[in-house]
């Protein structure tokens, strides 16, 4: 499958990647069921997710691994060897952060501070639909290469970077008010449970937060 799509950057640069970040969010999907799985005590079922965060996210590097070490050192095409390169960087974040939140959440059982359970869950979500947004706009590169990057579909795509923009920007502010909360809360959580929480808190940001360098960049590539 990885060399059937190695082939594919002579025709197309952007269908490997966008396999790649299909790829990707198989894996960052799982999010918000492996916080459920936290919030409701099940240690089971957070070892079960966990595991298979970290199983999607090792098939996606090695997939990444493929297209980096075989990329063509000339592309006859309207972007650079080095763009790809920095959005497949970009896009593996987006599931290095899914990893990093399901190994912290499965270092040990988690009591939940407070009624913070659903605020948690929903944090999850709001940074998963960031990701999703980013793998939206990904998938419109095919449009923008038949037309050059410039017309409707350059406009659709603009609005869809805006939007990765906003998504993460209240998943931060989802983060913030969380966290203090928590350490609102903490008497009711040891130390360590709350180092935890704080930890995972940022893993899960760092979801949107790779989310909007893939849609940062790629406005970097529209507008040059």
């Known amino acids: 499958m990885v060399r059937a799509l190695v082939g594919l950057f002579a025709k197309n640069p952007f ?16 999010v918000p069921d492996l916080m459920k799985a936290v919030v409701a005590g099940d240690e089971i079922e957070v070892k079960r997710v966990r595991k298979e965060i970290t199983r999607t996210e090792h098939e996606a ?6 297209l980096r070490d075989n990329l063509p050192r000339t592309l006859f095409m309207p972007v650079s060897r080095a763009d790809l390169l920095e959005l497949l960087h970009h896009q593996d974040d987006i599931a290095d952060g899914a990893e990093d939140a399901a190994i912290l959440a499965d270092i040990k059982p988690l009591d939940i501070p407070g009624e913070l359970g659903p605020r948690i869950i929903e ?44 998504q993460e920007w209240e998943a931060d502010k989802a983060a913030f008010k969380l966290l203090k909360e928590i350490l609102r809360e903490g008497g009711t959580a040891s130390c360590v ?32």
């Open 15 to 30: 269908k490997p990647l966008q396999a790649h970040m299909e790829m990707v969010m198989s894996c960052v999907r799982l």
């Open 61 to 66: 590097d090695l997939v990444k691994n493929e």
């Open 123 to 166: 944090f999850s979500r709001l940074c998963v639909t960031a990701a999703e947004t980013a793998e939206d706009v990904v998938g419109k590169l095919d449009d923008l290469l038949e037309t050059g990057f410039t017309g409707p579909e350059a406009d659709e795509v603009m609005k869809l970077i805006a939007q990765v923009g906003q």
């Open 193 to 224: 449970d709350v180092l935890v929480w704080m930890k995972l808190c940022e893993a899960l940001g760092n979801i949107a937060n790779a989310a909007e360098q893939v849609a940062n960049y790629l406005r970097l590539m529209l507008a040059r």
